[in-house]
């Protein structure tokens, strides 16, 4: 597999740990085919509609994957830069959209014709010009072209079960919904130009346990050719094109995971025990069915986060209460018994569902915008489906209600309501739910519901603390934006504080909280949130291995004694400092 073409590595995000080797699939590269047809006279503003759109979203992409090439240092970076801005301003106000305009209007032609049709005669005349650097730009004017066209062509769902087995696609960014349609037989590692480390992409990515980089400037562009690429999604780099030497070097570090994940096996059935004897309750957090086995095998207490997104994903209308219940009663039933906490949907912000598209709209400011619970109240016919499969689903196994982006103790009222309205409703059909009603508790992912958390306490069963979106909105750090990945810090002491602030309002009212981000999966966090009082977390299920032989080599009353000298600490890089101390030690 060793490559004659010059091996070129790429650095960016590890978001997902693991070493793939295989063959590179550049997702998204050239223009898809076009079929022409003619359009009726009033239907040529549609057209004109859709070619503005596609315009306005290539701008937005150009624009991002500029910023993020400048950002990076050196000439290649501004080379790159300058490159993507040539192809933006072909867009702008050009004789392109010029031309494109007037041949869906005088040829009377769809979208995408008119664009084929105009980029090949501009295409053509800048080959025909005497001056090389000029003939060149033909490329570009293709180039630019080719990115209209597959966002006028644009397919909701991608499918990427054509590929080869073991393939490592390429992409300039993957949004969770295409993640999800990744079988890990297939799809071998991903790589992307987009993203952040704690993005919904990259949770999935750990979730399938598909080694995975994001955020990998000039990516696209630099793999384009290239025959064989490794992804180190632990060390964040991808090669394209490896040498013989670095793929040997590659086949060893693959051969020492391989060892490890045979020694974490043998953790399956012990106890997550402190040295000093203290139980810790691991669970699994679960974005697809599939991973229900997975959170078996590694010896999960119960599903702590169900993320339900994945039943609105991929598909033209969201799914009613009948199919939501069959879906939920698989992965319910195969955890025999243990509980599971399903959470309502939680779409907006970066989990855009195609189902829901027209329902979400474009918000303003996406994350702060009509997200989780908001929508859920606002469409209320969406929220009693899900609730009342939900319900449903109680009488097969022990679940729990989780409710998303709770800000106000109104909120939660409203859905305890709409909850007494469908289990009534249930029980008038005799239909079977689950009995008692299942215990309803909320994330505590917003600043100001960890800050009113006393009173949040009053009307919810349970906390989860969801410190991805904590982090984010503390620190005003888009968690998916790998321009601002390096600020994002959930040793803030800010942060820190709210989870602090959280846990002890959870044990004055005397009900159980956990944390479900994705700290409570890295062991490098783990004596620090025992340190606080957790007692309970829930993460990937790979991660579980890792977390609970962190735990079995704790001590935690050395782990308190060291939280509080933590939450002493005002300067993130010092609290840094005395955890990793700490974990270097004990
Ligand atoms: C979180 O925000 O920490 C969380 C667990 O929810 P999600 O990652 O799905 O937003
Ligand atoms: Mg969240």
Redesign the pocket.
């Known amino acids: 597999m060793a490559s004659n073409k010059k091996e070129i590595v790429f650095e960016g995000l590890g978001v997902s740990p693991g070493i793939a080797v295989g063959p590179a699939h550049l997702n998204e590269s050239g223009a898809p085919t076009v079929h022409e047809y003619k359009i009726r006279k009033s239907d040529i503003d549609a057209q004109k509609a859709r070619f503005k759109q596609a315009v306005d979203r290539s701008g937005r992409q150009l624009r991002r994957l500029r910023d993020r090439a400048r950002a990076t240092h050196g000439a290649s970076g501004e080379d790159l830069g300058n490159l993507l801005d040539a192809y933006l301003q072909m867009l702008t106000g050009s004789r392109l959209v010029r031309g494109v305009e007037r041949r869906i209007a005088e040829s009377r032609i769809n979208a995408e014709a008119a664009v084929q049709a105009e980029i090949s005669e501009i295409a053509h005349h800048f080959t025909e010009l005497p001056d090389p650097y000029m003939a060149a730009r033909a490329d570009d004017v293709r180039e630019a072209g080719a990115r209209l066209i597959r966002n006028l062509t644009k397919t909701p769902f991608r499918a990427f079960s054509t590929l080869p087995q073991g393939s490592i696609v390429l992409a300039e960014e993957f949004s969770p919904a295409d993640a999800a349609l990744m079988d890990p037989r297939q799809v071998a590692g991903f790589a992307t130009v987009l993203g952040g480390p704690e993005g919904?992409t990259a949770?999935m990515a750990r979730s399938l346990g598909i080694p995975a980089v994001l955020g990998a400037t000039g990516l696209t562009m630099g793999a384009r050719g290239a025959e064989t690429v490794i992804v180190d999604g632990s060390g964040g780099k991808v090669v394209v094109n490896p040498t013989a030497n670095t793929l040997r070097a590659y086949e060893k570090r693959r051969a020492a995971l391989r060892r490890e994940r045979r020694r974490f096996a043998r953790l399956r059935d012990l106890p997550a025990i402190t040295r000093d004897d203290t139980e810790i309750q691991l669970s699994a957090n679960v974005e697809l069915p599939l991973e229900t086995a997975l959170a078996t095998r590694h010896g999960a207490a119960g599903i702590g986060?169900l993320?339900s997104e994945f039943m609105f994903m991929n598909r033209e209308s969201p799914p009613d209460e009948n199919e939501q219940f069959e879906k939920l009663r698989e992965m319910v039933s195969s955890m025999n018994g243990r509980p599971v906490t399903i959470r309502t949907l939680?779409v907006g912000g970066e989990k855009l569902a195609y189902s829901l598209g027209e329902q979400i709209g474009e918000a303003v400011n996406p994350a702060l915008g009509l997200r989780a619970i908001r929508f859920s109240l606002k469409h209320p016919r969406i929220l009693e489906d899900q609730i009342a499969a939900i319900l449903r689903v109680g009488a097969i196994g022990p679940v729990r209600i989780l409710l998303p982006m709770i800000a106000t103790t109104g909120e939660v009222r409203q859905v305890r309501e709409v909850i007494t309205t469908v289990a009534r409703r249930l029980k008038r059909r005799r239909i079977p739910i689950a009995d008692p009603i299942p215990p309803v508790g909320i994330?505590i992912?917003i600043p100001g519901a960890a800050l009113a958390a006393d009173a949040l306490a009053r009307v919810s069963d349970f906390f989860a603390i969801?410190?991805?979106?904590?982090t984010m909105y503390t620190l005003a750090i888009d968690r998916a934006d790998e321009q601002v990945a390096h600020l994002y810090n959930p040793l803030h002491p800010a942060v820190l504080r709210l989870i602090q602030f959280t846990a002890e309002a959870a044990l004055r009212a005397r009900i159980p909280f956990s944390i479900?981000?994705e700290i409570a999966g890295d062991p490098r966090f783990t004596a620090l949130l025992l340190g606080l009082g957790v007692r309970d977390l829930s993460m990937a299920a790979g991660s579980l291995p890792r977390v609970k032989q962190r735990i079995r080599k704790l001590d935690l009353t050395a782990a308190t004694v060291r939280a509080q000298a933590i939450m002493e600490q005002g300067d993130s890089g010092r609290i840094a400092t005395l955890l990793d101390d700490f974990n270097t030690l004990a």
């Open positions: 919904h949770i986060l993320r939680d994330m992912e969801g410190t991805n979106d904590l479900c981000g």
